[in-house]
């Protein structure tokens, strides 16, 4: 089985009680809501995958404030024709701060929208387990920076 690693940045970007996210686009047209973020490039620091995703998702630039924790993820992902992949996704949370831009979507990319959402709403939106896993890392500040481990699944 062919294994994959991803590593990407997220941020958690909350004001006023509400929070930014973006609504993801998965291949089969299916929407959900994430935090904005999104896969490293070759050789480019978390920092600036974090800030530049930002920018590219929702329009604004972000500051970023601190380094929240690590969320790690092992799943098997189909492959074409049977075959299967060992997906390892390592998530790298950052809290962030607007510092300029307009609230915008995203253009040709993995995300159609953005929006701010009150907190005390999340549970009822259709999203991503990250955004669960971003809030309780904003919330709880785990001194070793390490998100609730879900385990392996097989999808």
Known sequence: ????????????????????LARW???DGTRRWTLPGGG??????PIDTVV???????????????????????????????????FHALRIVYEGRVSG??????????????AWHPLDGVEALDRVPLVDT???LWRDRPPAGRAAQRGSTTT
């Open 25 to 27: 686009v998965a291949r």
């Open 52 to 86: 530049r995703e930002v920018e590219e998702e929702t329009g604004y630039r972000a500051g970023i404030t601190a380094l929240l924790g690590i969320d790690s993820e092992r799943r098997t992902h189909p492959r074409g024709f049977g075959a299967a992949a060992d």
């Open 101 to 114: 831009g307009e609230l915008r979507p995203e253009t040709g990319g993995s995300t159609d929208l953005a």
């Open 134 to 136: 971003g809030i309780g």
């Open 1 to 20: 089985m062919k294994q994959q690693l991803r590593v990407a940045a997220y941020a958690v970007c909350i004001r006023d009680g509400q929070i930014l």
């Open 40 to 45: 490293m490039d070759h050789g480019e620091d």
